[in-house]
């Protein structure tokens, strides 16, 4: 039963961004509630069993470094470690986990149940209290009406989710939930624009009866990286293979025969599909030249029988399915426990927040994860987490946390979303990120671990071993600049051995490791004292050595770049009027309110040449040019 | 509030046979109408009338006709600036223009700042900055060829080109990040692949930019310069080259101090003549500052004319100056050829065969066409007039080095294939240099292309 009537935060969905959410505004001190319509969910995986990916494992230890949760439930779950991209560049090296289902449900609720100030219930949310524009507290179904000063809004796919097998349908958020219809159609009552996505997740399979010896077997590294410096490896679950099968022209075949009942192709789903987490129907009718196409099965637990077929999620009908996968070498006789299905949702037309996740409609109300048009677990606990933290800066009447796009991965996600919106499900790649030589994961403490303690959500212990390990880098950048080996003394075959050439004048160990074919952990050859660097702390100097050069340039860039973001425009500038602008300018200015003029430039349609001129005129207005930032 | 209305003189000052008024913007017809009197419904005129010349009556500010007068109209679809635009053609003298005008700002119109109209034609999309400067160049253009290279321009083949090449880069980029983005294992043949594209449009861009090397006389002109020892007729022939009598000549050494510069025209391509001061040791002080002066405004010749009085012996410095101009781009003149040929002057000019020597009378104006030819050969051999030829102005053939040389160190990464993200990171800086030369701005196209292309996604 709950305690009180009154609280200064609620939260609405305990899914992977709703659980940052509460967890970060509690533990910044206020008295938080997080509702959601079955506690037993709490921190569900409904789709494939893994956390991380390229661009996305970035984002999750970016919430580690901040503070988040997501980061030490995964190092908690882990049941296979990869890191991806080892051999492309250090700047696009990405962790993927995969995780036990069950234990990264438990986890959070142990998490959540230790923080004080946050209390869960299970109930439904069935409209926002507001007045004069601001949001005053929920109405709850069972527990009537409910005070609070914020809410963030984190309801995933439950708003009018829609459920589609071949031509079944029926509503529920996921499988065998309920959805959320009543607090969608007040809220767009109250005048937010929504739209219509659509996802879709794979049919899981019996561990039994799949034939492992036709697959081939994908072991995870030895090496693991844990995403929470707070967890160890000693405490690591028994590590796990997946495997990988494949489609044929069988598998093609029957798909192709079946498009009519598919959801999906019958034109049933009406929403935005994902492109780049395609359905398998789209694969067979985009690429009809592919032979084949890569299925990975993965477990979804130790203690599971249940197998997730990564690639070949669909919305045909459960018997099509089911000839469909057992088409497939090594899965003859594969059976399904769960039908794969299609999902249609409410998404909000994201360029309707602030870069705080705050509604520009009503104040107080912030939103993250799936219901502003993103898809993927890290996406949504990356949003939670700033959506958390910004309505406690809002309760304090403090100014929002906003990190832009040269600082974080989940900078340039938020500044995506608000200012150009998406037109499908956004899934974060590395590729979107323009400074992604100087923001990487291994350098992800340094970038966010101070911002994370001075909010609070980073303990002083954990602040206190951050701080030691940047001195330690510190400490043995300066040695390998200082530490000089002379030609002579050093001996040949150790060079040769190296790669390095015979010296002709006496060199550092750092311009010894700047040169391509030097790895830093074969210095230990002519440099005894490299062997007792700790490995973290070798990949980070090894980075910070050979990408000197690359980092200096980005950072002339990000100079130049937040030169505009510092302009900032006042929250009511006039934008009607100004002579040089165009109608078109105008209208997308006055209804996105960039809060900058960066943001300003990024938005469609707004030419540098408009940008000079609002230059001119803001400064004209004599309005004042705080360059402070956040942080 | 949309842009407002702008209006300006567009045919140069002074009489003419007609001049014509432009006014660009969305009350340019409200406004023609107020200023003229004619058969056409200028408001609501049909899609037939447009861009033809109807005859017209000029009225001023108290509404009397002052001129006969033809205007076209122009819809924003099919005008240069891309907004409504409407052309008053007058007559062309001075009063009748001024007075049009100020009846049309009475009307509503701004008056336009220089370049106004174009920047327009640029905001709206009708045209690219390429094509701007292009238009800039073709209004300067003094000679032939340089009107019609810079017309080129302005039909948009450098801006196509700078597409084209950015669609390659665009789809190099593209591959490289799919394989970061989405755990495609690259095979030896794709980076092999990849280093050949990379290549083929880095070999374009540095043709482009060597080309635009010679191109440069067509824009800057050519600056040629005689110099030589003192008194040996730099001066003379200067003049003969002018045909008329720019330099002082006088037979006492040193009478040319500080250089004068003219300008002829030699096969299309403005050549700006120097008459420089002689080189000689002295030690008269203003001699001496001007013999410094001399050398350093030679270094910045494009081509130099060592001029040597054939009566006369050749010294040592002189022998070292020679040899130097010829493997500058240079020749020599030997001048006075209707006085006798020194012998060590015979003997030199023998002993360097290959090279062909030019012999002048500035006194008989003998070998002034052989001079003339020799030089028009130089030129032209400079500045071969092939289709690469499509860069008008330094800032786009610097912009076209440097994006040439980010593809080469994207090129010396490659090989070295674990570090894709930096090869990226210079092919990317590549395509915002290319961008820059026609001002686009960059979109997410890559992963756009991406997904139309690959089939992506575990």
């Keep these: 039963m709950l305690n009180k009537k009154k609280y200064d935060i609620i939260v609405i969905g305990a899914g992977h961004a709703g659980l940052e959410a509460a ?3 509690a533990r910044m001190g206020c008295g938080t509630l997080m509702v959601t319509l079955d506690l037993s969910k709490i921190a569900e995986l409904s789709c494939n069993p893994a956390i991380g990916g390229i661009g996305k494992g970035q984002l999750v230890r970016e919430v580690a470094a901040l503070g988040g949760l997501m980061g030490e439930l995964a190092d908690e779950a882990c049941i296979q470690f990869r890191l991806l991209n080892t051999n492309r560049g250090a700047a696009v090296r990405s962790t993927r986990m ?37 949001v005053r507290g929920v109405r709850l179904k069972g527990h009537g009406p409910m005070t609070c000063s914020a809410v963030v809004l984190a309801p995933g796919t439950f708003f ?26 007040q809220l767009m009552a109250r005048g937010l624009k929504f739209g219509r996505f659509k996802t879709g997740t794979t049919p899981r399979l019996d561990r039994k009866s799949i034939d492992f010896s036709r697959l081939i077997e994908q072991p995870g590294d030895a090496d693991f990286i844990p995403f929470s410096r707070q967890s160890s490896e000693d405490s690591r679950l028994s590590q796990v293979s997946c495997y990988i099968g494949k489609t044929n022209a069988v598998t093609h075949r029957i798909i192709r025969n079946n498009l009519k009942r598919s959801a999906l192709y019958s034109g049933r789903i009406t929403g935005t599909g994902v492109r780049y987490c395609p359905s398998v129907e789209d694969k067979v009718v985009k690429f009809p030249d592919r032979e084949s196409h890569h299925v990975f099965l993965e477990p979804e637990g130790l ?20 000839t469909m996968v057992r088409s497939i070498a090594g899965l003859e006789q594969a059976v399904i426990v769960q039908t794969g299905y299609g999902i249609e949702h409410d998404y909000i037309d994201p360029t309707q927040l602030e870069p705080s996740l705050q509604s520009k409609l009503i104040k107080g109300l912030f939103l993250a994860g799936q219901i502003n048009g993103t898809t993927g677990y890290e996406e949504a606990a990356a949003q939670g987490l700033m959506a958390g933290i910004n309505a406690v800066r809002s309760i304090h009447a403090e100014e929002a946390v906003i990190l832009d796009r040269s600082q974080a991965y989940i900078g340039v996600l938020i500044d995506d979303l608000v200012t150009k919106g998406t037109m499908e499900p956004y899934r974060m790649f590395t590729s979107r990120v323009e400074y992604r030589l100087v923001i990487r994961e291994d350098n992800t403490n340094e970038r966010l671990t101070p911002l994370g303690h001075s909010l609070g959500l980073v303990n002083d212990q ?22 000089r080996l002379y030609p002579g003394r050093v001996s040949d075959d150790i060079l040769k051995k190296l790669g390095a050439g015979q010296l002709s004048e006496p060199l550092t160990l750092e311009e010894l490791l700047r040169r391509p074919e030097i790895r830093y952990n074969e210095l230990g050859w002519l440099d005894p004292a490299s062997a007792k660097i700790p490995k973290n702390v070798r990949t980070r100097v090894e980075i910070n050595v050979k990408y000197e050069g690359y980092i200096r340039r980005q950072n002339l860039e990000i100079e130049r770049f937040k030169h505009l973001e510092k302009m900032l425009i006042p929250p009511e500038f006039e934008y009607q009027g100004l002579p040089g602008l165009s109608l078109e300018i105008v209208e997308k200015l006055t209804s996105l309110r960039p809060r900058n003029l960066g943001q300003a430039g990024r938005i469609s349609g707004v030419t540098p040449a408009a940008i000079t001129l609002l230059m001119l005129y803001i400064k004209k207005a004599g309005s004042k040019f705080s360059a402070k930032g956040t942080n | 509030m949309d842009k407002d209305t702008i209006a300006a003189i567009s045919t140069p000052q002074g009489k003419g046979g007609i001049g014509i008024v432009r006014i660009s913007g969305p009350k340019a017809l409200e406004i023609a109408k107020k200023v003229t009197e004619s058969k056409l419904n200028i408001l609501s ?16 500010k108290k509404q009397e006709k002052i001129d006969e007068i033809l205007i076209a109209i122009m819809p924003a679809k099919k005008s240069f600036t891309g907004e409504v635009s409407v052309e008053l053609n007058c007559h062309g003298g001075r009063a009748i223009l001024y007075t049009a005008l100020e009846s049309i700002l009475e009307a509503g119109a701004h008056l336009a700042k220089p370049g106004e109209f174009t920047r327009r034609a640029v905001e709206n999309g009708r045209i690219d900055i390429a094509q701007a400067e292009a238009i800039n160049e073709l209004i300067n253009a003094r000679t032939q060829k340089a009107m019609k290279n810079a017309f080129k321009l302005v039909d948009g083949v450098l801006s196509r080109k700078c597409i084209e090449l950015r669609n390659e880069i665009i789809s190099i980029l ?58 040996a007729g730099k001066s003379s022939i200067f003049n003969l080259l002018l045909g008329n ?48 002066r001399t050398k350093k405004q030679i270094e910045k010749c494009d081509i130099i004319i060592y001029v040597l009085d054939q009566s006369k012996k050749i010294k040592r410095d002189q022998l070292k100056e020679t040899e130097k101009i010829l493997s500058r781009n240079g020749f020599v003149v030997f001048n006075k050829s209707d006085l006798k040929i020194n012998p060590y002057v015979k003997k030199f000019i023998e002993t360097k065969k290959n090279k062909s020597n030019i012999h002048v009378s500035a006194i008989t104006k003998a070998g002034i066409d052989e001079l003339l030819d020799k030089l028009a050969e130089k030129i032209t051999e400079d500045s071969q007039d092939n289709e690469n030829n499509i860069i008008t102005n330094i800032r786009q053939a610097d912009l076209l080095k440097s994006t040439g040389n980010l593809l080469k160190s994207a090129r010396d990464i490659l090989p070295n294939q674990d570090s894709l993200d930096l090869v990226v990171y210079e092919i990317e800086k590549a395509k915002e240099k290319i961008e820059e030369i026609i001002g686009i701005i960059t979109k997410d196209e890559i992963l756009e292309n991406i997904f139309q292309k690959f089939c992506v996604g575990k």
């Excluded at chain 1, 036990?100 to 986890?107: G, L, V």
């Excluded at chain 2, 005129?45 to 001023?60: N, W």
């Excluded at chain 2, 720019?246 to 500080?258: A, F």
């Design chain 1, 23 to 25: 967890a970060a505004a």
């Design chain 1, 98 to 134: 995969q995780v036990d289902m069950q234990q990264y449900r438990r986890a959070a609720q142990t998490r959540l149940s230790g923080i004080s100030h946050l209390e869960l219930l299970e109930d439904e949310v069935q409209d926002l209290i507001i007045d004069q524009g601001a």
């Design chain 1, 160 to 185: 009018h989710g829609l459920i589609h097998i071949g031509k079944e349908h029926f509503s529920g958020g996921r499988w065998q939930d309920r959805n959320s219809e009543l607090l969608p159609q």
């Design chain 1, 303 to 322: 203690n599971t029988e249940w197998w997730y077929p990564n690639g070949i999620s669909n919305s045909l009908p459960r018997e099509v399915q089911e």
């Design chain 1, 462 to 483: 954990d602040y206190a071993l951050f701080m030691d390990e940047e001195k330690i880098v510190q400490k043995e950048q300066l040695r390998l600049r200082r530490t």
């Design chain 2, 45 to 60: 005129f049909q899609k037939s009338q447009s861009r033809k010349l109807v005859y017209a009556h000029l009225l001023d």
């Design chain 2, 174 to 231: 593209m591959q490289i990040e799919a394989v970061i983005n989405f755990e495609v294992y690259p095979k030896d043949e794709q980076i092999k692949e990849w280093d050949a594209l990379i290549l083929k449009s880095e070999t374009i861009i540095q043709g482009m930019a060597k080309a635009a090397d010679r191109n440069k006389y067509f824009n800057q002109g050519c600056w040629v310069a005689l110099t030589g020892p003192p008194n």
């Design chain 2, 245 to 292: 009598d720019r330099s002082l000549i006088c037979d006492k050494p040193g009478t040319t101090r500080d250089h004068i510069n003219e300008s002829i025209e030699i096969e299309g391509i403005e050549v700006k003549l120097m008459d420089t001061a002689g080189i000689r040791k002295t030690k008269n002080k203003i001699e001496k500052m001007s013999v410094e």
